[in-house]
């Protein structure tokens, strides 16, 4: 065993390795392309945790968080076009913070009377909610712009010490530092005595209330904070973007979130962060690889839910015991063929996905597409038998290993006394 | 002015319908397994496209039949190996899972038969006029449409109340677990009815897709009103969602047919508003502008102060 520092110590050793990993980023993947995706990360990162402080930390399950988002993005860019210039143009690093405080502000409002009760009610009301608020972007023409949005100058806020923010490089900075000083909150709220409380009324509000909580006072305050975060990450995105649709407020994006959310694992702290990172990767790439990738990410959301709902954070904890008894070696082979067997089942599962979908897309005529590098005829039974037997097989393959890697995993993690008992 | 009551009434009727058909099915299922089902319209729309896609081999009669019973199908297994299996994880994590179906099935949809809107006519048979008032027709296959969702509504009733089956389905909806003492097998009952509520979304989607469109974003227009009327009525509440049902149906083409502002209001009382200021947009929207977003006012207006809705029993 290695010698291990105190908590304290260790914790701050890895903010500051964050630190300088965020820092030295842009010089290690320094393409445009690799800076838009990170700085769309950044602001997922913001977006997915905030969003975490209702679902994971307060039981609450909304499908409507991209309104305190949305609305902190539209006054951010609403106050930069209307002060820039004036006495009180604001300057850029500061914008997300107005479009915190509008989150916050919308937050209070809406969770008034949407935190009266949790569970099913709650997500239905979260759900009338974004309806509304999308419904009304395309009435309230002023203020939404309408079908076309509304959109701004970041370089024409206050400029301090000579940053301009005219280049993706600073603005990815200002992002990076943001979801830094954000997340540090975050994790900080989680620690207070309301963030506790969040987390006992999540498992048992009828004890929370015996101690002497109010339930419905501590749901609020989770909600409420978690606007602000979200409209700290919408004034991030006015700044990167420096244009907002109808979309930002709307339900797709609320989706997104929770998928992005849950897909990272909504136990842990920082399963959102790994949850946003995945997902905005997968946006980023797989898009430019295949028209239908939303449809993976929904497989992969499905998949989560149904077999790991403890998300991608979860996995990785539930390795944590065997590796401290320093038995992880033991599930390399087990694991290994079953990443075998499920690479082939998924394998055969895009290669049928991705030919129906040439079917119906492609001009009618033409039949030969491009997959896995080669070139296949979708009028031939050749490429169906191939992924049909790969899908087929190696889901019912699967069924077989599977098990065996669970097996091993009881082994490693209490030892071979004790999973034989 | 008659004539825009009398076919803004008509139309509401056959909407209202229609929403009765996609929310008896919801209301079932959340009566019985307490489970939001969020895929419910997802079926609906899997109804149209299969629908669609019989209707160009078989012609449409067939696939009136066939289409809702394969939608029936894909709801029991969705059921019987997905839902069943989250079950255990709680309420928060079924609603997740049927939210990401949802999402998969839009998706699914857009893969196998595109973005684009698909030509689902109307059969030939049932294009025409079937009569004229003033200067409005009212086209045949709205009326076919109308006698299809009363037929079922009637089957439905009779079915829930005079079978034995529809005597275990509403014990089930009650008193899940005695029902289980008494030798029934609970778990099939709960697939049958996930079954047969998708089986009338389907059916739904079969006769509103050639009228109300056939593209990859029907579910998502339809979905939500269907959620409001379903809460509104009182979730598990087979009268509350036929009477919210028909409410929303008569008050969305009632709305869509007034072009009246607040500016109208405001001038009819005496009071003049500016046109110039900031809020604007507020009085010079016109109620068949804010059409859409009347049914979620209301969503959350009866959430916050009647959360059993209508004629609920209980709260979610």
């Known amino acids: 065993m290695s010698i291990v520092a105190a908590p304290a110590a260790r914790r701050w050793g890895l903010c500051l390795a964050v630190v300088v990993v965020l820092v030295a980023l842009p010089h290690l993947f320094g393409s445009p392309i690799a800076i838009a995706v990170m700085n769309k990360m950044g602001i997922a990162i913001i977006f997915a945790l905030s969003y975490n402080m209702m679902l994971g930390q307060g039981g609450m399950l909304s499908f409507g968080h991209a309104v305190y988002f949305g609305l902190g993005g539209f006054i951010a860019m609403h106050a930069l076009n209307r002060l820039a210039g004036g006495p009180w143009a604001p300057p850029v690093p500061l914008l997300p913070l107005v479009g915190g405080l509008a989150g916050l502000g919308f937050g209070a409002l809406f969770g008034s009377f949407s935190t009266t009760r949790a569970g099913t009610v709650f997500a239905m009301i979260s759900l009338g909610i974004v309806e509304l608020v999308a419904s009304s972007s395309l009435i309230l023409k002023g203020f939404f712009g309408g079908e076309e949005g509304i959109s701004g100058n970041r370089t024409k806020g206050l400029v301090l010490w000579g940053i301009r923010f005219a280049s993706d490089v600073q603005v990815y900075y200002l992002i990076a530092f943001w979801t830094v000083v954000a997340t540090g909150l975050m994790y900080a709220f989680s620690r207070t005595p309301v963030g506790r409380m969040a987390n006992a009324v999540r498992d048992n509000p009828e004890r929370a209330e015996f101690v002497g909580y109010s339930q419905r006072w501590v749901r609020f305050v989770s909600f409420c904070a978690a606007g602000f975060f979200a409209g700290i990450a919408g004034g991030l995105f006015a700044v990167n973007y420096e244009i907002l649709t109808e979309e930002a407020v709307g339900l797709a994006r609320s989706g997104n979130v929770l998928l992005m959310t849950y897909i990272g694992g909504i136990g842990y702290f920082g399963g959102p962060i790994i949850g946003a990172v995945i997902f905005t990767f997968l946006e980023s790439m797989l898009s430019d690889y295949t028209p239908i990738w939303l449809l993976y990410l929904g497989i992969l959301f499905l998949a989560t839910v149904l077999f790991v709902p403890t998300g991608f954070a979860g996995v990785l904890m539930m390795h944590e015991p065997a590796r401290r008894a320093g038995r992880l070696h033991r599930l390399a082979l087990p694991y290994l063929a079953a990443a075998v067997v499920g690479l082939c089942a998924a394998v055969g599962i895009i290669g049928l996905l991705e030919m129906v979908h040439f079917w119906s897309a492609a001009a009618v005529g033409r039949t030969r597409m491009r997959l896995f590098w080669t070139m296949l005829d979708i009028k031939s039974v050749a490429p169906w038998l191939v992924f049909g037997v790969l899908a087929v097989g190696g889901a019912l393959a699967l069924r077989r290993v599977a098990p065996r890697a669970a097996a091993a995993w009881n082994e490693a993690t209490y030892g071979r006394e004790d999973a034989a008992r | ?316």
């Open chain 2, 1 to 316: 002015m008659f004539e825009l009551v009398f076919f803004s009434l008509l139309n509401g009727l056959v909407f209202g319908m229609l929403l009765f058909m996609l929310s008896s099915g919801l209301t079932l299922i959340f009566g019985m397994m307490g489970v939001l089902n969020f895929a419910h319209a997802a079926f609906y729309m899997l109804g149209a496209y299969f629908a669609y896609t019989l209707t160009g081999y078989l012609g449409f009669w067939p696939a009136l039949v066939i289409a809702p019973l394969l939608v029936g199908v894909v709801g029991a297994l969705v059921e019987r190996h997905g839902l069943r299996r989250v079950h255990r994880f709680g309420h928060v994590a079924e609603l997740i899972f049927t939210f990401g179906l949802a999402v998969l099935i839009e998706e699914i949809v857009q893969a196998v038969w595109g973005r684009a809107a698909k030509s689902y006519e109307v059969p030939e048979l049932l294009d025409f006029p079937l009569f004229r008032l003033f200067s409005t027709s009212f086209p045949a296959f709205k009326a076919f449409m109308l006698l299809v969702s009363v037929g079922i509504f009637v089957l439905l009733f009779l079915v829930l109340t005079r079978t034995r089956a529809g005597l275990i389905i509403q014990a089930s909806l009650t008193h899940p677990s005695m029902v289980g003492m008494l030798g029934h097998n609970v778990p099939r009952v709960f697939m049958a009815v996930f079954g047969l509520g998708s089986a009338l979304a389907g059916l739904a989607g079969v006769i509103a897709g050639p009228v109300l469109g056939t593209f990859p974003g029907m579910a998502q227009v339809l979905g939500s009103i269907v959620f409001v009327v379903v809460v509104i009525g009182g979730l598990g509440s087979l009268t509350g969602a036929f009477v919210a049902s028909l409410l929303i149906g008569i008050l969305q083409t009632f709305a869509v047919a007034l072009n009246y502002t607040l500016t109208d209001l405001a001038t009819a009382l005496g009071i003049g508003l500016s046109a110039q200021s900031a809020f604007a947009d507020l009085w010079t929207v016109t109620i068949a502008q804010i059409a859409p977003i009347m049914p979620y006012l209301l969503l959350i207006l009866v959430l916050i102060v009647r959360p059993m809705g209508l004629f609920g029993t209980r709260e979610t």
